[in-house]
C-alpha cells in the first residue's frame, strides 16, 4: 500500500513511499500541514483567505489552484481530494502525520483510569512513544510573512502540543522518581526544563533529581541557569521555594525523597563542595581562558534544548575555538553520564579515519573484522555522550558520518570547532569572534577589566615578564596592540610574549611591519599555531584558487566593503561571498557591509602584493573607478 508520511514536530519533512519530497513552494508545505491537522475537508475561499489575505478572492483563489496543481505534480494525484469547492488530505493509501500520532498516544495515556500515583507500564509506554516522535516544536523554523492567519495557527498548535509534552514528560519525572529510576528521571526532566527554560516547577524537578544522585554542582547550575532566564525575559527573582531549594542543596541538606526537609540554620557556613571525577579524556587548561561568558552561556542553552545536537564552533584559527570547546565541555560534564571526550583531527590525511579517531580518544580498540564506522554505532547508540571534534576542516568530508552518528545514537551531542561550517541540517552554528577591547585609550582603570583582550594580554605578558602590569603608561600601546589583531587570542598571546625582548610602546610598529612578528618558539604548540602567517597558510591551502584571487582582490578594502563593491573591484559574486563567509575569510556587519578580521585583511593585502604586478595594479584602477562613480556630481 502507498504511504504518505509528514513531518511536523520539527522541520517539515515530507516522504512518500520512503521518499523524500522537497517542496520549494513554503505555502504548499503550509497547506499539506493544515490539511492534515485539521483532518477535515477545507472550502477553497477558506484556504485562498488564510494563505492569501492581501488578494482579492479571484486572484486568492488562482493562486490556490496553481498551488493544488504544483502538489499534484510533485508529491501525486492521490493524495489530495477535491469535492466541488471542498479540499481535503486523502487517498486510496495511507497517510501518517507525526503530530497525530503524538496526540494518540497522549490521549491512549490520558485514557487509560487508574490511581494517580500508581506506576502503569501501558502508560509508560504511551509516553515514551510520544516522546520519541516529538523531533522539536510544531513546524519548527517555519513561518508564512504574508499569512497572519496561518502563523496564528501554528504558534497556537506548537503552544498545545508543548503543553501536551510538558504533561508528559511531568508524569514520567514523576513516575521515575517513585521507582528511584533517577537517570531516567533526570533525562525526562533536562528535557522539561529545556523545553521551557522560565518554568520554576521543571527546574526544582531536575535540581531535586541532581542533589538525589550527587550531581551538586550540576543542581546548582540549573539554579543559575533559571535565574538567568528568569531575568533576561521577565526581569523577575525565583519564587521563594525554588530559593529555597537551591539553599538547601547548595548546603548539602537536601534529604532523600522519603525523609523530611530539614530547615537550613541562616548562618551556617557552606561546607566544601562535593567534587566527583568526571568521565572523559578532556586534556588540563593550557591556556588562559578569559571572557566568553556569552558563548558558554549560549553552547549551555543549546546544550540543554533536546532538538540541539550537533553545534559547531566556527571561526578563524587563532581565535580559542578549541579552548572555549574545552571550558564548555568541562562545564558541561555532570549533564552526561557517559562522559565527555575530546578528539583532535588536526592533521588528519583521509576523512575516513574520523571513526577510528574517535574510537581510540574513548579508548577503544578498533578492529576485529567489523568496521569502524559499525563499531563506533554500535558502541554510543545507547550511550548518553558529548563528543568534542577538533579541527574538523581538516575532514570535512566526513561531515555526512556525523549525521548518521546523530541517526543511530539519540542521546549523543556533538560540538565541533573548525575554519568551515560543515552545511548539515541539523547543525546550530555559534560563530566566535574576537575579544573584547577598547576603541580609544581614554580609559579609566576602572574600566580596564571590562575587556577581556586587555585582561589576556596581560596575562600572557606577565608569564614572561612578571614585573609588567597595565598601567596609564603602558595601556595606549595595548589597546593599539589589541586593534591591530582585532582581539584575536593567539595573536594576544604571541604579542605579549615579546614584552620580555621589547618595550611595549614598540610592539604595535612591529606588528605593523610584518605578521612575520607574531609567532612563537614554543615546543608545545602545534606547527599550525606557531606564527600567525602558518595559521592563515593552512585556511588559504583549505581555499580554491577562485576563492583566493577573489579574497587577494578584496583585501584593497580597507574598512570592509558592500556587496556591490566586491561584485565591481573583484568580480566576486554572491556565491563567493557566501563560500567565504562559510570558510571564516569574511563577516558580515550589522549594516550589511562585509568585513575581514585585521590580521586576515594584512595576509590577503602581503599575498596581493606579492603576487603578479597587473593584478595589483588592475584591481586597484577598478577600486578607484568604483568610489569615483560613488562620488557625488559638483553643480
Request: net charge negative.
Amino acid at each position: 500500500m502507498s504511504e504518505l508520511r509528514l513531518f511536523l514536530l520539527g522541520s517539515p519533512q515530507l516522504l512518500v513511499d520512503g521518499e523524500e519530497k522537497i517542496l520549494r513552494e513554503r505555502k504548499a508545505v503550509a497547506l499539506l500541514a493544515y490539511l492534515a491537522v485539521e483532518q477535515t475537508p477545507q472550502s477553497r475561499d477558506t484556504l485562498a483567505t488564510l494563505f492569501w489575505p492581501e488578494s482579492d478572492q479571484q486572484r486568492a483563489r488562482a493562486n490556490l489552484r496553481y498551488l493544488l496543481w504544483s502538489l499534484r505534480k510533485n508529491v501525486g494525484e492521490a493524495w489530495l481530494a477535491t469535492d466541488g469547492d471542498q479540499i481535503a488530505l486523502a487517498g486510496a493509501g495511507q497517510v501518517l502525520v507525526d503530530a497525530a500520532e503524538f496526540r494518540q498516544h497522549l490521549d491512549k495515556w490520558r485514557g487509560h483510569f487508574h490511581p494517580a500515583d500508581e506506576f502503569c507500564a501501558a502508560c509508560a509506554e504511551s509516553l515514551e512513544m510520544a516522546l520519541e516522535l516529538y523531533r522539536g516544536d510544531f513546524l519548527q523554523g517555519f513561518s508564512l510573512d504574508d499569512s497572519p492567519q496561518f502563523d496564528d495557527w501554528q504558534f497556537f498548535q506548537a503552544e498545545g502540543l508543548r503543553r501536551d509534552l510538558a504533561a508528559g514528560l511531568d508524569t514520567l519525572v514523576e513516575q521515575g522518581i517513585a521507582r528511584q529510576c533517577y537517570e531516567d528521571a533526570i533525562a525526562h526532566a533536562r528535557r522539561w526544563a529545556a523545553l521551557d527554560p522560565l518554568h520554576e516547577p521543571a527546574c526544582r524537578a531536575l535540581m531535586k533529581l541532581y542533589a538525589w544522585t550527587g550531581q551538586y554542582e550540576a543542581a546548582i547550575r540549573q539554579f543559575h541557569r533559571c535565574v538567568q532566564a528568569l531575568q533576561e525575559e521577565m526581569g523577575v527573582e525565583p519564587d521563594e521555594e525554588t530559593q529555597q531549594l537551591y539553599a538547601q542543596i547548595r548546603n548539602r541538606r537536601f534529604p532523600l525523597p522519603s525523609q523530611g526537609i530539614p530547615p537550613t540554620p541562616a548562618n551556617e557556613s557552606e561546607p566544601p563542595a562535593i567534587v566527583s571525577t568526571p568521565v572523559g579524556n578532556l586534556p588540563p587548561v593550557s591556556t588562559a581562558f578569559v571572557g566568553r561568558q556569552m558563548e558558554l552561556a549560549q553552547i549551555a542553552q543549546r546544550l540543554a534544548d533536546p532538538s540541539a545536537r550537533l553545534l559547531t564552533i566556527v571561526g578563524p584559527g587563532g581565535m580559542g575555538k578549541s579552548t572555549l570547546a574545552l571550558q564548555a565541555g568541562r562545564a558541561e560534564a555532570a549533564n552526561f553520564s557517559d562522559g565527555v571526550w575530546f578528539v583532535p583531527l588536526a592533521g588528519m590525511e583521509l576523512p575516513e579515519q574520523m571513526p577510528s579517531a574517535i574510537l581510540t580518544a574513548l579508548q577503544m580498540p578498533s578492529g576485529g573484522g567489523t568496521p569502524p564506522r559499525r563499531q563506533l554505532s554500535t558502541h554510543l547508540r545507547r550511550k548518553q555522550i558529548l563528543l568534542i571534534l577538533d579541527n574538523f576542516e581538516d575532514v570535512l568530508p566526513a561531515a555526512g558520518m556525523l549525521a548518521e552518528l546523530l541517526r543511530a545514537c539519540p542521546q549523543v551531542k556533538l560540538i565541533v570547532t573548525s575554519r568551515e561550517r560543515l552545511n548539515l541540517r541539523d547543525e546550530w552554528l555559534l560563530a566566535l569572534g574576537n575579544l573584547t577591547y577598547p576603541t580609544d585609550t581614554s580609559l579609566e582603570n576602572a574600566k580596564q577589566s571590562e575587556y577581556s583582550a586587555l585582561r589576556l594580554f596581560e596575562i600572557c605578558a606577565q608569564r614572561t615578564q612578571p614585573t609588567f602590569i597595565l598601567d596609564a603608561t603602558s595601556l595606549p600601546s595595548v589597546v593599539r596592540i589589541c586593534q591591530l589583531v582585532d582581539g584575536m587570542p593567539l595573536a594576544l598571546e604571541m604579542a605579549g610574549a615579546w614584552v620580555r625582548v621589547l618595550p611595549v610602546a614598540e610592539i604595535p610598529a612591529e606588528i605593523e611591519r610584518s605578521l612575520v612578528f607574531l609567532s612563537t618558539g614554543a615546543r608545545d604548540v602545534a606547527e599550525r599555531h606557531r606564527s600567525i602567517h602558518a595559521v592563515f597558510d593552512h585556511s588559504w591551502r583549505l581555499l580554491t584558487e577562485r576563492e583566493r584571487s577573489v579574497l587577494r582582490q578584496l583585501s584593497v578594502f580597507r574598512n570592509g566593503f558592500s556587496r556591490e563593491g566586491a561584485e565591481a573591484v573583484a568580480g566576486a559574486s554572491l556565491l563567493d561571498l557566501s563560500t567565504l563567509l562559510d570558510k571564516s575569510w569574511l563577516g558580515l556587519e550589522g549594516d550589511g557591509r562585509y568585513r575581514m578580521h585585521a590580521l586576515a585583511h594584512q595576509y590577503a593585502l602581503e599575498k596581493l602584493r606579492s603576487g603578479k604586478d597587473e593584478e595589483e595594479a588592475d584591481v586597484l584602477q577598478r577600486h578607484c573607478l568604483f568610489y569615483a562613480a560613488q562620488a557625488p556630481l559638483e553643480t
